[in-house]
């Protein structure tokens, strides 16, 4: 995210000042993924780069391999929580469980969750930014294939306003989204997506 010298940004909402403070995810999130062990019959879900969280009914036909496999080695995934796929990060395959209730995936995703420090709309919102895709790149690591491990995004960090703010800009972005899928095919939608492009902050 890009602030001038004293770590504030240039457009703010009105009656935000303070400056934004660095974080390391390390401090504000925690691993949340728990082994389904006792093969509680759980809905199957995967992620995909364009709907986040998608059942497996609606991604396979027939449910894919999921449906009848013995699913202990699968993750429980709680609402309020972030997955992702480590090998395909970098193609946006993240995704935000927003549903009432427990599911599993794959237990080759990453699985997390926030601290009260911190607004998960806001920080969807720049998982989606290039800010991202510049750390996963710093330190993705592998051979043929490249990773992007929990233990990777730990070592980056983020710089945050208060939580208030925090929550002012992942609605505005929010209804961005929205707007700009209600319209995507209108010609006059342009200035909005480039707002959304620069993450609102220059």
């Not at 504030?8 to 995810?25: A, C, I, M, V, Y």
């Not at 202990?72 to 709680?78: A, E, L, Q």
């Not at 006059?188 to 902050?201: A, G, K, Q």
Request: with cysteine; proline share 4%; glycine share 6%.
């Amino acid at each position: 995210m890009s602030t001038n010298k004293s770590n504030k940004p240039e457009l703010r909402f009105k009656g935000f000042s303070d400056d934004w403070e660095q974080r390391k995810f390390s401090d504000i999130t925690y691993p949340s993924g728990e082994k389904n062990r006792d093969n509680l019959p759980y809905e199957s879900y995967s992620i995909t780069n364009e709907s986040g969280f998608v059942p497996q009914d609606e991604k396979f036909e027939n449910g894919g391999t999921m449906r009848d496999a013995d699913k202990r080695m699968y993750y429980i995934v709680s609402p309020q929580s972030f997955a992702y796929n480590p090998a395909r990060i970098n193609i946006g395959s993240i995704g935000y469980q927003n549903t009432s209730k427990n599911v599993i995936v794959s237990s080759l995703y990453e699985i997390f969750r926030t601290t009260e420090e911190v607004d998960d709309r806001f920080l969807w919102h720049w998982f989606k930014s290039d800010d991202f895709q510049k750390l996963i790149v710093q330190l993705q690591e592998g051979g043929v294939r490249l990773y992007f491990y929990y233990d990777k995004l730990c070592m980056g960090s983020i710089a945050l306003p208060s939580l208030a703010e925090q929550q002012w800009i992942g609605a505005y972005l929010d209804k961005l989204d929205n707007l700009i899928t209600l319209h995507q095919s209108s010609t006059t939608l342009s200035p909005f997506i480039s707002i959304r492009i620069i993450w609102c902050f220059v």
